[in-house]
């Protein structure tokens, strides 16, 4: 399974993105998918998750209120919607997937995407 990662990009301090992440490959299956984010020099962070059937979503609190996931037609792909973007969200941004249910608490997952950077000027 492979993982693409888009939409990320610069934006002003009370904007919005929305990142998309598409899932692909021959077994694919059904992935319960989220995203961390990076910022330089520190550790990669919990941002949001998605289950399979979209019954257990979670956010980090920073985030709460702001950024929306959602699955679109297509599956295994999914949307991170943020608005009202701070200069602190300022990040790469990385979608995640694991195969059935989405581990929650863990930084061990099954696919990896690569990182979408998001800049938020102030």
């Known amino acids: 399974v492979q993982l693409q990662a888009s939409g990320g990009g610069l934006v002003q301090t009370g904007g919005s993105l929305r990142l998309s992440c598409a899932a692909s490959?021959?077994?694919?299956?059904?992935?319960?998918m989220g995203w961390f984010r990076q910022e330089p020099g520190k550790e990669r962070v919990f941002v949001a998750s998605?289950?399979?059937?979209?019954?257990?979503?979670n956010y980090v609190d920073s985030v709460k209120g702001r950024f929306t996931i959602s699955r679109g037609s297509a599956k295994n792909t999914v949307y991170l919607q943020m608005n009202s973007l701070q200069p602190e969200d300022t990040a790469v941004y990385y979608c995640?997937?694991?195969?059935?249910?989405?581990?929650?608490?863990?930084?061990?997952?099954?696919?990896w995407g690569q990182g979408t950077l998001v800049t938020v000027s102030s």
């Open positions: 998605r289950s399979w059937d979209g019954e257990i979503i």
């Open positions: 490959g021959r077994t694919v299956g059904r992935l319960g």
């Open positions: 995640a997937a694991d195969r059935g249910t989405w581990r929650i608490d863990s930084y061990e997952h099954d696919f």
